[in-house]
Antibody, heavy 120, light 108 residues
Framework: QMQLQESGPGLVMPSETVSLTCTVS?????????WGWIRQPPGKGLEWIGG???????FHSPSLKSRVTMSVDTSKNQFSLRLSSVTAADTAVYYC?????????????WGQGTLVTVSS | EIVMTQSPVTLSVSPGERATLSCRAS??????LAWYQQKPGQAPRLLIF???TRATGIPARFSGSGSGTEFTLTISSLQSEDFAVYYC??????????FGGGTKVEIK
């Protein structure tokens, strides 16, 4: 059974960079899928951030592209997200997920999410 | 960017009744639409892709229909575990992948 688990700092100061990691278990991250990040501000809807392939190829939401960096570490079966110059508007639960790209482009397995709060 | 609009925002339904949720796209997305269910404190769960194909393990009471700009998720007979928020997501024109604002199905 595949599982994804996000990890991160919880609290971040405004203007800093937040780094999140998603650890995948039960499935190889180099198994031919894209892996993605989605966020959800408290009490609000879902926003797609971006996705990365095992090769390191990425695609991003245009609205966040300038502040987003993604990477993958196949040796640790992990992929990561860095979001720079954060503000209170970046406060959200951040989810990692596996992205299906064959029969469509959607997310079939999700992590439980990690709350990132931007505050001084 | 394609904007997805869901209605109603909140739907009050009695257990055992039928629930009909709508999702509208700002331009045609063909059948490139997915539906998700999210319960409080949990991650979203994939229900439907391709507008009408149920994901693995999803009960037959969930059905999706529509194409172009108008889509519907129907829950034929609401069970207690179905009270949740439902999101649609288009993948016809991306990036970005875009989600609707969600419909909360609550107990009447």
């Amino acid at each position: 059974q595949m599982q994804l688990q996000e990890s991160g700092p919880g609290l971040v100061m405004p203007s800093e960079t937040v780094s999140l990691t998603c650890t995948v278990s039960g499935f190889p991250i180099s198994g031919g899928y894209y892996w993605g990040w989605i966020r959800q501000p408290p009490g609000k809807g879902l926003e797609w951030i971006g996705g990365i392939y095992q090769s390191g190829s990425t695609f991003h939401s245009p609205s966040l592209k300038s502040r987003v960096t993604m990477s993958v570490d196949t040796s640790k079966n992990q992929f990561s997200l860095r979001l720079s110059s954060v503000t209170a508007a970046d406060t959200a639960v951040y989810y990692c997920a596996r992205l299906i790209t064959v029969s469509g482009v959607y997310f079939d397995y999700w992590g439980q999410g990690t709350l990132v709060t931007v505050s001084s | 960017e394609i904007v997805m609009t869901q209605s109603p925002v909140t739907l009050s339904v009695s257990p055992g009744e039928r629930a009909t949720l709508s999702c509208r796209a700002s331009q045609s997305v063909s059948s490139n639409l997915a539906w998700y269910q999210q319960k409080p404190g949990q991650a979203p769960r994939l229900l439907i892709f391709g507008a009408s194909t149920r994901a693995t393990g999803i009960p037959a009471r969930f059905s999706g229909s529509g194409s172009g700009t108008e889509f519907t998720l129907t829950i034929s007979s609401l069970q207690s575990e179905d009270f949740a928020v439902y999101y649609c997501q288009q993948y016809n024109n991306w990036p970005p992948l875009t989600f609707g604002g969600g419909t909360k199905v609550e107990i009447k």
